[in-house]
């Protein structure tokens, strides 16, 4: 069972390694903890989006197929340098981002869709982050205009099949990675468990890609902090971080914000974990068109700071650390009809009055009542409100105040969404350099190991541009895969 490259984990960062380094007809073995009902990883619950440098229509034209040439006329698609996307990395990191890693994700990105489309047979299409002109036509303004088709499922079984097409990938389940097999300082195989029994598997070179520890209540408590123990988890639960753990008792480096995490707003009736047949799609992210308000019947964060894409990793930090993880976005029929369509997996709390809310959920009504007054007189209605832009329509006198959209809630039926913070992934994790390698607490580089996605750190802190994390997988799965096999001698 021995291999040339052992490719850990099964997600879209981990199959990009497995699929780039049997191009060099290495033999590859996967091994992934999940069962094969369960494989996939995160990738499989996500939208699929990917973020990614492109200079403009004639860029996405050789990514999406099917179009005719007057679809192609109805739209417009701004440009969207390598230079813009590092530089929206680096602002929404406030700076603390790798420079090097992230150029090389930044300037690779556009290169490795191609291949995926074009080496892997991904298939993609179009998101629906595009506004309407006046001449109907669609424009997209950059970031985030395609996505893998069929979202992250289709992602997640199209690199399965294309895997297993692969004379040279071989997959195995049930399999948890627990210790790294070293010798004389290099790293030679792992230890796992498989159904209950241990195993020893050799091979020339080992890439993790086996995701965060988002799953592990123990290692969130750990790292990030008690209140995490009440979030839910929007991936797998099999993101546990042994691998993480085997690869740092091997003596690698952990690396970047290791207290911080992807986490956004979620139903809070959702499932514990992931759902493969639900995927995404408990996300609650028209919040800035409505006011967010605790269990106390206060608001505590400006929801009109930025639009949802920017804001979103930000406010489900927030949420986890109001009383019992829950708040409630709150609207009118004003802005009821903004919401998106993923609202409409879960039926929302419908009443007349915040005193008929009270009777429904645990929520101080009184308190609500005030504080829906003083929003409502603090309004400024000097600007006209405008959803498709940041239109500076706030608050005066209130902290927290409301920057953009805020709206007079007086029009009942008031509509009521429960969310809680749903963790999607952990920022901090292995420090690897630009060739994918891992390196040791003193910076050098571990013979035989390499990393790539989640498990990875030095990419994002305190916030996260939408549909980076595929695409810093894919990159780095790729340069992982080939590097790996380079080093096994192919």
Known sequence: MDSDVIVVGAGNAALTAALSAAESRADILVLEKAPMHERGGNTAMTAG????????????????????????????????PAKELYDDVMKLSNGKADPVLSKVWTDNSYETMLWMKEGLGIK??????????????????????????????????????????????????????ESLIMESGSVIGVRANAGGKTIEVKAKSVVLGSGGFEASRELRSRFLG????????????????????????????????????????????????????ITDK???YSWPYGILVNKE??????????????????????IVRQSDAIAYQVFDQRTVGLLE?????????TVQSFAQLGEKVDIDAVQLGKTVEEFNRSVDGARAF????????????????????????????????????????????????????VLDRHGSTIPGLYATGEITGGFFYSSYPRGSGLTRGAVFGRIAGAEAASSAGF
């Open 49 to 80: 989006i990917f973020r990614h440098a492109h200079d403009g229509k004639q860029d996405i034209i050789r990514l999406v197929d099917g179009m005719s040439q007057k679809d192609w006329n109805g739209i417009e698609i701004h440009p969207y």
């Open 386 to 437: 405008n959803p498709r832009i940041k239109d500076g329509r706030g608050t005066r006198g209130i902290r927290p105040g409301k920057t953009n959209w805020a709206q007079v809630l007086d029009k009942p039926p008031f509509v009521v969404y429960p969310v809680t913070c749903g963790i999607t992934f952990t920022y901090g994790g292995l420090r690897i350099n630009e060739k994918a390698q």
């Open 341 to 349: 369509k993923e609202y409409g997996t879960m039926a929302p709390i």
């Open 282 to 284: 408990t996300s609650r």
């Open 124 to 177: 993609f299409a179009f998101t629906d982050f595009f506004t309407q002109t006046a001449s109907a036509i669609k424009e997209f303004m950059g970031p985030e205009v395609i996505k893998a088709k069929d979202g992250g499922p289709g992602l997640s079984s199209a690199l399965f099949s294309k895997s297993e097409r692969s004379k040279n990938v071989t997959i195995q389940y049930d399999t948890k990675v």
């Open 226 to 277: 008690g209140a995490w123990e009440r979030a839910k988890v929007r991936g797998t639960r099999h993101n546990t971080g042994e691998a993480l753990l085997a690869a740092i008792e091997a003596g690698a480096g952990i690396y970047g914000d290791v207290s911080g995490c992807h986490a956004t707003q979620i139903d809070s009736r959702a499932p514990d974990y992931g759902n493969i047949e």
């Open 297 to 318: 019947g206060k608001r505590f964060v400006d929801e009109g700071e930025d639009f949802a894409p920017i804001a979103y990793a930000k406010v489900g930090r927030m």
